[in-house]
T-cell receptor, first 113, second 117 residues
Framework: AQSVTQLGSHVSVSEGALVLLRCNYS??????LFWYVQYPNQGLQLLLK??????LVKGINGFEAEFKKSETSFHLTKPSAHMSDAAEYFC???????????FGPGTSLSVIP | GAVVSQHPSRVICKSGTSVKIECRSL??????MFWYRQFPKKSLMLMAT?????????EQGVEKDKFLINHASLTLSTLTVTSAHPEDSSFYIC?????????????FGPGTRLTVL
């Protein structure tokens, strides 16, 4: 069965500092991986996705993530945090184009001025 | 980009009444839609997968008679919470899947906040 873990339910960074949100997955086959962002009382917005092409994936708003098969990880990074990045971030995994998507527990990002 | 809408955005109802939530794909056809439930500061819990023209597939532990799902067209799926009770209060989010090559990307609606008094 697939699963996703996100280390750190809450991460706090200073404005301008590096953002690192961790995601590890468990999958019996090469997975499809996603990062979504959710602002309060809103739905989810796709930040980026990995679909077995390049291992370094660039997304919107300056975010990127690197797929590391040996570490079963797909950590999300951004070089310089902005106040508007404060939100809930979810890592998600699916086996194939037709499988249901499994979401991680989420990480709440706070940005300190 | 693909847009998914939900209506209503917020609903307050009395215990024992039924509430219908609509999920529409505005600029694409969605053969598959998903319904999620999200508790405060929690992740999304998949409730059911809805395929156009067929019965929904419910996740384990989700009462199909309580959460009625209908996917009558390629752009509309509805979730009806029957005989709602305070414990059904939650944030309900739908998503629609676009079959891009090797993607399985889902587009999410803005969510519906249900409060049962």
């Amino acid at each position: 069965a697939q699963s996703v873990t996100q280390l750190g339910s809450h991460v706090s960074v200073s404005e301008g500092a590096l953002v690192l949100l961790r995601c590890n997955y468990s999958s019996s086959v090469p997975p499809y991986l996603f990062w979504y962002v959710q602002y309060p009382n809103q739905g989810l917005q796709l930040l980026l996705k990995y679909t077995s092409a390049a291992t370094l994936v660039k997304g919107i708003n300056g975010f990127e993530a690197e797929f590391k098969k040996s570490e079963t990880s797909f950590h999300l990074t951004k070089p310089s945090a902005h106040m508007s990045d404060a939100a809930e971030y979810f890592c998600a995994v699916t086996k194939t184009s037709y499988d249901k998507v499994i979401f991680g527990p989420g990480t709440s990002l706070s940005v300190i001025p | 980009g693909a847009v998914v809408s939900q209506h209503p955005s917020r609903v307050i109802c009395k215990s024992g009444t039924s509430v219908k939530i609509e999920c529409r794909s505005l600029d694409f056809q969605a053969t598959t839609m998903f319904w999620y439930r999200q508790f405060p500061k929690k992740s999304l819990m998949l409730m059911a997968t809805s395929n156009e023209g067929s019965k929904a597939t419910y996740e384990q532990g989700v009462e199909k008679d309580k959460f009625l799902i209908n996917h009558a067209s390629l752009t509309l799926s509805t979730l009806t919470v029957t005989s709602a009770h305070p414990e059904d209060s939650s944030f309900y989010i739908c998503s629609a899947r676009v079959f891009a090559s090797g993607s399985n990307e889902q587009f999410f609606g803005p969510g519906t906040r249900l409060t049962v008094l």
